[in-house]
C-alpha cells in the first residue's frame, strides 16, 4: 500500500507510505479563523488531485454526471452541517467506483494521521450476514442485545438504511462497500446526515432475538472511542483507557480464520491431509518472508502427499510484488483450495488472480472485494481545511486478461455467510474446503 506525500516519506507496518499535502491551498492558521465549517476548497484541491493522479477517475461515472453532482455538492454547501458536508464529500468520492477511493468515517489504522471525522460510534457492534443485520457484540449495559437481528434503524428498514450508507462507499466494488457499511451505520452523525435517523443523541433501532420484537435506544460513546474498523469484527471499541470494559462476543468459540494473529501470515496441519496456510496481509513478517513460507509448505505438501488450504479471506492487501516469487514455489501438481470472502481486497485480488492462472486450485467461500483488473493503489491526501485524510487510488492493476470485465471473482463452491454458523463459532467454508481436497 503506496500513500503519496510530496514532502516526506515513512513507513509503518513495513509499507512504504507518503501523504499528499496540497499546496496553493488555506493553510491551517487561515482554516483556524474560518468560523464556519465548509468543504468547498477542500473538494476542489481533492478533485484536482484525482483527476492529475488517478489512472481513470470516471470509469464507474461518466464526467458529466460527476461534475454535475459536484456542482449540486458545491451550490449546497453554505445550507449542509458538518456531518451532511462529510456525508456528502463521501458520496462524490463514491462515485470514482473503485475500491481504494473513499472516506473514511473511523480513524485510520495508522500512527501519525489525523483522527478523521471523530463521529460518536454506537456502544454495539453491527455485522452484516447473508442473511441480515446482526449486533455481534456489545458493552455491559447492551450485551441483552447480541444475538439480535436488526430490522430498522431510526424511521428506515435497515435494507433502506444499508442502501443510504452505501451510497458513501465505493459504488463499482461493492462486495467491499457491503463489508464495510456495517461500521459506517454504527456512527451517530452518519444515520443522522443520511436522515435515517432524526436525533444525533441517540439512534433508535428495531430489533428482532428469540422471536421477539423490540425497541432500543442507543446512545453514541464519545468520539474519543473507535472501531477497528479494518481487521476487526466484533471487538470492543477502544478508548483513552483501552478496551471498552465489560464487551461481550456474539460468538460462543472464535474459529481458526478469525484468531487474533499479529503476523502477516501463519501456517498449521490441520485434518491430517491438509496444510493451512492462512495470509492476512501480502508483506514480509520479521522472522520470515512470505515466499519461504510459501516454499516451505509447497515443499512439505510434495515430500508428505499433502493438500494444501490458502486463506485469503481476511487479506485485505499489502505488496503485491511478492506474487510472483511466491507462486514460483508452488507445484500445479499440488491440490490446491483457496478460501476467498468480500474482505478479500487489493493485493489479495491481485494473489487470487494469480492462483486461478496458474494453479488448478478451486476457490470456496463468497465473491472478492475488487475486481481481477482493478484500480488500486491506496494513496492517502489530506484535506487543506477540514484535516480529513481521504483515500485514492492512482494505478490500473490488470491481473487477469484484458478482457475481463468480472465485477469480483466469484467462488467455485459458494459458502453463505450466516449469522447461525458465526455464533455457534462453525466454519463451514474451511469445513469444505477440507471435504473437498480429502475427497480428491
Given at each position: 500500500m503506496t500513500i503519496r506525500h510530496k514532502k516526506y516519506k515513512s513507513r509503518i507496518s513495513g509499507v512504504a507510505l507518503s501523504v499528499a499535502i496540497a499546496t496553493g491551498v488555506p493553510n491551517s492558521a487561515a482554516s483556524a479563523d474560518r468560523t464556519v465549517f465548509e468543504m468547498r476548497d477542500d473538494w476542489r484541491t481533492f478533485f484536482e488531485i484525482l483527476q492529475e493522479e488517478h489512472d481513470n477517475p470516471f470509469f464507474a461515472t461518466p464526467r458529466a454526471v460527476f461534475?454535475?453532482?459536484?456542482?449540486?455538492?458545491?451550490?449546497a454547501i453554505p445550507d449542509?452541517?458538518?456531518?451532511?458536508?462529510?456525508?456528502?464529500?463521501?458520496?462524490?468520492m463514491a462515485l470514482t467506483g473503485d475500491g481504494h477511493t473513499f472516506l473514511p468515517m473511523h480513524p485510520l489504522p495508522f500512527d501519525g494521521f489525523p483522527e478523521g471525522p471523530a463521529f460518536h460510534p454506537l456502544p454495539v457492534r453491527f455485522e452484516l450476514f447473508d442473511d441480515g443485520l446482526f449486533i455481534v457484540g456489545a458493552g455491559p449495559d447492551h450485551e441483552h442485545l447480541i444475538g439480535a437481528e436488526v430490522v430498522r434503524i431510526g424511521h428506515l428498514a435497515t435494507d433502506a438504511a444499508l442502501g443510504r450508507v452505501m451510497t458513501l462507499l465505493p459504488q463499482d466494488a461493492v462486495n467491499f462497500s457491503r463489508d464495510f457499511a456495517p461500521e459506517w451505520l454504527m456512527l451517530s452523525e452518519v444515520l443522522s446526515a443520511l436522515d435515517i435517523?432524526?436525533?444525533?443523541?441517540?439512534?433508535?433501532?428495531?430489533?428482532?432475538?428469540?422471536?421477539?420484537?423490540?425497541?432500543v435506544s442507543l446512545e453514541p460513546l464519545s468520539p474519543a472511542y473507535h472501531y477497528d474498523w479494518v481487521k476487526g469484527m466484533d471487538n470492543a471499541p477502544t478508548g483513552p483507557d483501552g478496551p471498552l470494559a465489560g464487551w461481550k462476543f456474539g460468538a460462543r468459540h472464535t474459529p481458526l480464520w478469525r484468531e487474533d494473529v499479529s503476523q502477516p501470515f501463519r501456517s498449521a496441519s490441520i485434518d491430517g491431509d491438509v496444510l493451512y496456510f492462512q495470509i492476512n496481509e501480502l508483506r514480509d513478517s520479521p522472522m520470515r518472508t512470505i515466499r519461504d513460507e510459501t516454499l516451505a509448505i509447497a515443499e512439505k505438501a510434495k515430500e508428505d502427499n499433502l493438500a494444501i488450504i490458502i486463506d485469503l479471506r481476511r487479506c485485505i492487501g499489502g505488496d503485491g510484488s511478492l506474487i510472483p516469487a511466491m507462486m514460483a514455489t508452488l507445484d500445479k501438481a499440488i491440490p490446491i483450495a483457496v478460501l476467498i470472502s468480500r474482505r478479500t481486497h487489493s493485493a489479495g485480488v491481485m494473489l487470487v488472480s494469480a492462483l486461478e492462472q496458474q494453479t488448478d486450485a478451486v476457490f470456496i467461500g463468497q465473491a472478492t472485494a475488487d475486481r481481477p483488473n482493478h484500480y488500486g493503489e491506496t494513496n492517502i491526501f489530506i484535506l487543506p481545511d477540514s484535516k480529513l485524510p481521504v483515500v485514492y487510488a492512482s494505478e490500473y492493476y490488470e491481473t487477469s486478461t484484458p478482457d475481463d470485465h468480472r465485477p469480483f471473482r466469484t467462488p467455485d463452491i459458494s459458502i453463505p455467510y450466516i449469522f447461525n454458523d458465526y455464533e455457534r463459532g462453525i466454519d463451514r467454508t474451511l469445513n469444505t474446503a477440507i471435504d473437498y481436497l480429502n475427497r480428491k
Amino acid at each position: 500500500m503506496t500513500i503519496r506525500h510530496k514532502k516526506y516519506k515513512s513507513r509503518i507496518s513495513g509499507v512504504a507510505l507518503s501523504v499528499a499535502i496540497a499546496t496553493g491551498v488555506p493553510n491551517s492558521a487561515a482554516s483556524a479563523d474560518r468560523t464556519v465549517f465548509e468543504m468547498r476548497d477542500d473538494w476542489r484541491t481533492f478533485f484536482e488531485i484525482l483527476q492529475e493522479e488517478h489512472d481513470n477517475p470516471f470509469f464507474a461515472t461518466p464526467r458529466a454526471v460527476f461534475l454535475a453532482e459536484q456542482e449540486q455538492f458545491l451550490e449546497a454547501i453554505p445550507d449542509m452541517s458538518r456531518e451532511e458536508q462529510i456525508a456528502e464529500f463521501a458520496r462524490l468520492m463514491a462515485l470514482t467506483g473503485d475500491g481504494h477511493t473513499f472516506l473514511p468515517m473511523h480513524p485510520l489504522p495508522f500512527d501519525g494521521f489525523p483522527e478523521g471525522p471523530a463521529f460518536h460510534p454506537l456502544p454495539v457492534r453491527f455485522e452484516l450476514f447473508d442473511d441480515g443485520l446482526f449486533i455481534v457484540g456489545a458493552g455491559p449495559d447492551h450485551e441483552h442485545l447480541i444475538g439480535a437481528e436488526v430490522v430498522r434503524i431510526g424511521h428506515l428498514a435497515t435494507d433502506a438504511a444499508l442502501g443510504r450508507v452505501m451510497t458513501l462507499l465505493p459504488q463499482d466494488a461493492v462486495n467491499f462497500s457491503r463489508d464495510f457499511a456495517p461500521e459506517w451505520l454504527m456512527l451517530s452523525e452518519v444515520l443522522s446526515a443520511l436522515d435515517i435517523t432524526q436525533d444525533a443523541e441517540a439512534a433508535e433501532i428495531a430489533v428482532i432475538k428469540n422471536n421477539k420484537a423490540a425497541k432500543v435506544s442507543l446512545e453514541p460513546l464519545s468520539p474519543a472511542y473507535h472501531y477497528d474498523w479494518v481487521k476487526g469484527m466484533d471487538n470492543a471499541p477502544t478508548g483513552p483507557d483501552g478496551p471498552l470494559a465489560g464487551w461481550k462476543f456474539g460468538a460462543r468459540h472464535t474459529p481458526l480464520w478469525r484468531e487474533d494473529v499479529s503476523q502477516p501470515f501463519r501456517s498449521a496441519s490441520i485434518d491430517g491431509d491438509v496444510l493451512y496456510f492462512q495470509i492476512n496481509e501480502l508483506r514480509d513478517s520479521p522472522m520470515r518472508t512470505i515466499r519461504d513460507e510459501t516454499l516451505a509448505i509447497a515443499e512439505k505438501a510434495k515430500e508428505d502427499n499433502l493438500a494444501i488450504i490458502i486463506d485469503l479471506r481476511r487479506c485485505i492487501g499489502g505488496d503485491g510484488s511478492l506474487i510472483p516469487a511466491m507462486m514460483a514455489t508452488l507445484d500445479k501438481a499440488i491440490p490446491i483450495a483457496v478460501l476467498i470472502s468480500r474482505r478479500t481486497h487489493s493485493a489479495g485480488v491481485m494473489l487470487v488472480s494469480a492462483l486461478e492462472q496458474q494453479t488448478d486450485a478451486v476457490f470456496i467461500g463468497q465473491a472478492t472485494a475488487d475486481r481481477p483488473n482493478h484500480y488500486g493503489e491506496t494513496n492517502i491526501f489530506i484535506l487543506p481545511d477540514s484535516k480529513l485524510p481521504v483515500v485514492y487510488a492512482s494505478e490500473y492493476y490488470e491481473t487477469s486478461t484484458p478482457d475481463d470485465h468480472r465485477p469480483f471473482r466469484t467462488p467455485d463452491i459458494s459458502i453463505p455467510y450466516i449469522f447461525n454458523d458465526y455464533e455457534r463459532g462453525i466454519d463451514r467454508t474451511l469445513n469444505t474446503a477440507i471435504d473437498y481436497l480429502n475427497r480428491k
